[in-house]
């Protein structure tokens, strides 16, 4: 569809109609190969479909064959030879001669990479043309957050690209080049680079304030995942506690504050604190450090004991400008069952624990009384008060757990409950893992279909606009029904790139339909190069559209040339087929039968008067 082809096309099938409508005896089949299955064609298989169009007709009835095409045919066969039994192969090439085009090829993408690596891109930029000259031209990569780079390369040679993944999931790249002027199409000239960002290694940092039951829990949950490299340290000796053993007799380390706090905080990706008060060790500017790590994109859990409640809770650090919740100071000692919100029962952290460990959960006997005021609260406890709650802050996320019983349930007390689910989801959620999002786009392909899914905290209706490879925006809107995921499945045209962004938020994906690089788009300058052996073979002739529609059609031999001054031929092949045989009396059987006797009789007459 570039340029005026489909035009010419469709002239071009109108003309050779009318002209082979004239001829008598004469069965025409039309094939369009454009797509196959109602699949988007990636490349353009012409003999494929042309051998099963052809396969219940003997040679002896084939005319010929008249293609209508670009000349970009990628199933040639290259035993041309068989391809006489179809008859002269005329084409009729619907672009126009000396077409020039700029295209990106990408030759190496990876699709996974670590999270915060780099990864690196092999990538050509070709020119088409007569002159098949080496130019300059500037390529732009832009990365999901926006910035841009550029680079200089030289058409005709690979080049190469370093990615960085910033985070897990879809890491989404796009590379350009510039518009060679007078290029047929624009279309072949972007790609978008699909890297799936995937930890190495979760980096867990637990500071447990002091030596507990529950603190077992938190690192079997922590070292049951092998992929998750847990640093443990646990306060053993408060300042304010006497002891006479001397220091170089004790067994125990200086807490490394700061190794931990200023020189390798921003090697972890959560940092949970189990239990800890304030207890004049750690000086306060490093709960400042902790602040600024989170707000630059770090996580922090916060595992409340009864001491977040008294003058000690870390609260009242540079923690509690991030942390969801206020202390009211008071702790609240009674037995009660966690249950979830309306908004626990929707969110992905949350949602759908009740099937991993049925109610009634069992009952946790002590809670640390707040006030929220920021984040979502998706657990509660005693008195419908909050339990868990999650929240952003800036470019990090925090949750506050207000009791440290949930080891309770890893002991089985009473029923137990879903605490390894729990605990696992909420530590992928602050490390920001795509799963787990609650506003979420979700998409994939696979042929011409593309899959939307669409889950919000919100109830109601969603807007998610679609951008074509062309630039076409389409609005799709998505009705909630109370479920965790809403889905919709569309229908496309096209090979590229697909966009899908929230109209109201932002949150976009992005999805590729065919490859990196499908042939259909690789080459689309209109040649006779691929079909030159079969039309040659065939005795056929190559005609441009461009240059007028005259030509006319007639019925020639076999052994005849297949063109002429004006028209173009098919082969005439004389050949018939006998539909049935018919048998008739020339007279009644008893007229027959008195003729025969009449010519015996007179046979023997005869021949008794010779002997006589």
């Known amino acids: 569809?570039?340029?005026?082809?489909?035009?010419?096309?469709?002239?071009?099938?109108?003309?050779?109609?009318?002209?082979?409508?004239?001829?008598?005896?004469?069965?025409?089949?039309?094939?369009?190969?454009?797509?196959?299955?109602?699949?988007?064609?990636?490349?353009?298989?012409?003999?494929?479909?042309?051998?099963?169009?052809?396969?219940?007709?003997?040679?002896?009835?084939?005319?010929?064959?008249?293609?209508?095409?670009?000349?970009?045919?990628?199933?040639?066969?290259?035993?041309?030879?068989?391809?006489?039994?179809?008859?002269?192969?005329?084409?009729?090439?619907?672009?126009?001669?000396?077409?020039?085009?700029?295209?990106?090829?990408?030759?190496?993408?990876?699709?996974?990479?670590?999270?915060?690596?780099?990864?690196?891109?092999?990538?050509?930029?070709?020119d088409?043309?007569?002159?098949?000259?080496?130019r300059r031209a500037r390529v732009k990569i832009t990365n999901k957050d926006g910035s841009v780079n550029f680079k200089e390369v030289q058409t005709g040679e690979s080049q190469t690209f370093n990615l960085h993944i910033a985070h897990g999931g879809q890491n989404v790249f796009e590379i350009e080049v510039d518009r060679l002027p007078g290029e047929i199409t624009e279309i072949n000239n972007k790609i978008a680079v699909i890297v799936n960002g995937v930890r190495d290694r979760l980096r867990v940092l637990l500071v447990s304030g002091m030596p507990h039951t529950g603190e077992r829990t938190w690192r079997n949950i922590l070292t049951a995942d092998p992929a998750v490299d847990l640093v443990h340290f646990t306060i053993l000796r408060q300042p304010h506690k006497l002891n006479t053993v001397p220091q170089n007799e004790l067994s125990l380390i200086p807490f490394p504050?700061?190794?931990?706090?200023?020189?390798?905080?921003?090697?972890?990706?959560?940092?949970?604190?189990?239990?800890?008060?304030?207890?004049?060790?750690?000086?306060?500017?490093?709960?400042?450090?902790?602040?600024?790590?989170?707000?630059?994109?770090g996580a922090l859990?916060?595992?409340?004991?009864?001491?977040?409640?008294?003058?000690?809770?870390?609260?009242?650090?540079?923690?509690?400008?991030?942390?969801?919740?206020?202390?009211?100071?008071?702790?609240?000692?009674?037995?009660?069952?966690?249950?979830?919100?309306?908004?626990?029962?929707?969110?992905?952290?949350?949602?759908?624990?009740?099937?991993?460990?049925p109610e009634p959960w069992g009952q946790w006997l002590r809670q640390v009384d707040v006030i929220p005021k920021s984040g979502d609260t998706l657990m509660h406890g005693v008195g419908q008060k909050p339990l868990l709650t999650l929240d952003r802050v800036e470019k990090g996320r925090v949750a506050h757990f207000t009791s440290d019983l949930i080891w309770l349930w890893a002991r089985g007390y009473d029923g137990g409950g879903p605490q390894a689910e729990i605990l696992r989801r909420l530590a992928h959620w602050l490390m920001k893992e795509p799963e787990l999002e609650e506003d979420a786009i979700d998409v994939s392909a696979e042929g011409n279909e593309i899959t939307l899914r669409r889950r919000s905290l919100e109830r109601g209706t969603h807007t998610v606009t679609m951008t074509d490879p062309n630039g076409k925006k389409t609005n799709i809107v998505m009705q909630?029904?109370?479920?965790?995921?809403?889905?919709?499945?569309?229908?496309?045209?096209?090979?590229?790139?697909?966009?899908?962004?929230?109209?109201?938020?932002?949150?976009?994906?992005?999805?590729?339909?065919?490859?990196?690089n499908p042939k259909e788009l690789q080459s689309v300058v209109t040649t006779e190069e691929h079909l030159q052996p079969v039309v040659k073979t065939s005795n056929g002739t190559f005609q441009w559209v461009e240059n007028g529609l005259s030509q006319n059609f007639r019925m020639v031999n076999a052994n005849s040339s297949f063109k002429g001054f004006g028209w173009l031929g098919l082969r005439r092949n004389n050949d018939y087929v006998v539909t049935g045989v018919q048998s008739r009396n020339l007279l009644p059987d008893l007229i027959t039968i008195m003729l025969l006797i009449s010519l015996v009789t007179v046979t023997w007459y005869v021949e008794s008067r010779l002997k006589s």
């Not at 088409?128 to 080496?134: F, G, L």
């Not at 965790?484 to 938020?505: A, M, P, Q, S």
């Open 257 to 297: 504050f700061r190794e931990l706090f200023e020189v390798k905080i921003y090697d972890f990706d959560l940092i949970i604190f189990d239990r800890y008060r304030l207890n004049n060790i750690m000086p306060p500017y490093y709960f400042d450090n902790i602040a600024k790590y989170v707000r630059e994109g």
């Open 1 to 126: 569809n570039f340029g005026f082809r489909d035009m010419k096309t469709n002239e071009a099938y109108d003309h050779i109609m009318a002209q082979l409508n004239t001829l008598d005896s004469l069965e025409v089949r039309t094939v369009n190969v454009a797509s196959k299955d109602g699949q988007i064609a990636e490349e353009t298989r012409l003999f494929d479909k042309l051998n099963d169009t052809m396969a219940d007709i003997p040679p002896s009835r084939r005319a010929g064959v008249i293609m209508i095409t670009d000349g970009q045919v990628h199933d040639v066969p290259e035993d041309t030879e068989q391809l006489q039994d179809y008859g002269p192969v005329h084409t009729f090439l619907s672009g126009e001669r000396d077409e020039i085009d700029r295209q990106l090829v990408v030759e190496e993408a990876p699709s996974y990479g670590i999270v915060g690596q780099d990864v690196t891109v092999r990538f050509n930029v070709i």
């Open 480 to 516: 909630d029904e109370n479920t965790r995921w809403v889905e919709k499945t569309i229908t496309v045209d096209k090979l590229g790139v697909y966009r899908f962004k929230d109209k109201n938020k932002d949150i976009q994906r992005v999805v590729l339909v065919g490859d990196y």
């Open 128 to 134: 088409t043309d007569s002159s098949e000259r080496r």
């Open 301 to 357: 859990l916060e595992a409340s004991g009864p001491s977040f409640g008294s003058n000690k809770s870390i609260y009242y650090s540079d923690l509690g400008n991030i942390l969801p919740s206020v202390p009211t100071g008071s702790v609240l000692n009674e037995p009660y069952r966690p249950s979830l919100t309306d908004l626990g029962l929707r969110h992905p952290v949350t949602f759908d624990l009740k099937r991993s460990h």
